[in-house]
């Protein structure tokens, strides 16, 4: 009976095979390392982030408000370039914005050597329309500019080869002379030019130097005649063919032309057109600018992050992870 009750029992063996599994397997220190990694990368940007001034963190906090993968044109909170400067800056200077951006904000005041120019093309206009598409009248900084042009397919200012003035130049002169004179009677002062084309003579005694000159005076004579004062001429010079209207090609009709330079005198009050600085003495100013202190970490706290590293290294060249 006893050996029966033996025959059906099942005995049930377990073996131990070499090696670890499951919990006792490797895979852990994978894990644990990817860990210890995140652990040390999220405690490096914390520690930036908390050694940064109060206007960056705002800076990065708006970038990540507004950032997005699918935003190909630009990301929107940003600071240009330009505004570098502020984010550096502890207590950055409060920003001012216009009252008014519509169409109720004032225009900008013209000022005299703009209103000039406005009078001098309206003077064409009225008294020399036939001849407004040679005329050229611009503005550069406080200097009015008034050339009068001669074309090929146009009216001609000059008889051939000679100083003197066809009638249709002394229309125009005659049209613009008082307008340019009451700037004179403020203090305004007037270049006269005369320029050439490339084409010489064949004699010595009169080149394009005399002939430029000579009717650069009888431009001054006629405008005087027309009621320009003396007094407001400043200069009277001839250049000959070495400033053309059109470089490519000194033999142009353009070439031809009586070129005025008008000084406007600013107004009580009115600031001169800013003048860009000279390419050497803004790379002096770089030069001796000092860059800006960047922000540093406490030393303690730099001391700690470098001994945690450390630690951190070692115990990977170990492998004790």
């Known amino acids: 009976m006893a050996d029966k009750e033996q025959k059906g029992k ?12 499951g919990a006792h397997g490797g895979s852990w220190k994978v894990a644990y390392a990817d860990f210890v990694t995140a652990m040390m990368a999220f405690f490096l940007v914390m520690w930036l982030v908390n050694s940064l001034p109060q206007e960056k963190r705002k800076e990065i906090s708006k970038y990540f408000q507004s950032f997005s993968l699918f935003d190909t044109g630009g990301k929107p909170g940003l600071v240009p370039a330009q505004d570098l400067s502020v984010m550096r800056d502890e207590n950055p200077p409060p920003v001012v914005e216009p009252l008014s951006q519509g169409p109720e ?3 900008k005041q013209a000022t005299e050597a703009e209103k000039l120019a406005e009078g001098l093309k309206k003077e064409i206009e009225t008294k020399a329309p036939d001849l407004k598409g040679q005329v050229i009248v611009k503005v550069e900084g406080n200097q009015t500019i008034f050339e009068l042009v001669d074309d090929a397919k146009g009216k001609a200012l000059f008889a051939l080869g000679k100083a003197d003035l066809t009638p249709d130049a002394k229309r125009v002169l005659d049209a613009i002379a008082p307008k340019i004179a009451e700037e004179g009677r403020q203090g305004g002062k007037v270049t006269i030019e005369g320029h050439t084309d490339a084409y010489t003579y064949a004699g010595e005694n009169f080149t394009n130097w005399e002939l430029s000159t000579d009717r650069a005076s009888n431009a001054r004579r006629e405008m005087e005649r027309a009621g320009l004062g003396p007094d407001m001429i400043a200069q ?8 053309p209207y059109v470089p490519d090609n000194p033999y142009d009709a353009h070439n031809r032309r009586i070129r005025l330079v008008v000084q406007t005198p600013a107004k009580p009050g009115e600031n001169p057109p800013a003048q860009e600085a000279a390419p050497q003495e803004a790379a002096k100013a770089k030069a ?30 170990k492998g004790k992870f």
Do not use: F, N
Request: aromatic content about 4%; glycine content about 8%.
């Open 105 to 107: 904000a004032p225009a």
């Open 236 to 243: 009277v010079s001839g250049y000959a063919a070495t400033k």
């Open 288 to 317: 001796q600018a000092q860059p800006e202190p960047q922000p540093q970490a406490p030393a303690d706290q730099r001391e700690l992050l470098d001994q945690h590293m450390d630690k951190l290294y070692d115990q990977q060249t």
């Open 10 to 21: 099942i005995i049930i063996k377990k073996v131990k095979k070499g090696g670890h599994g």
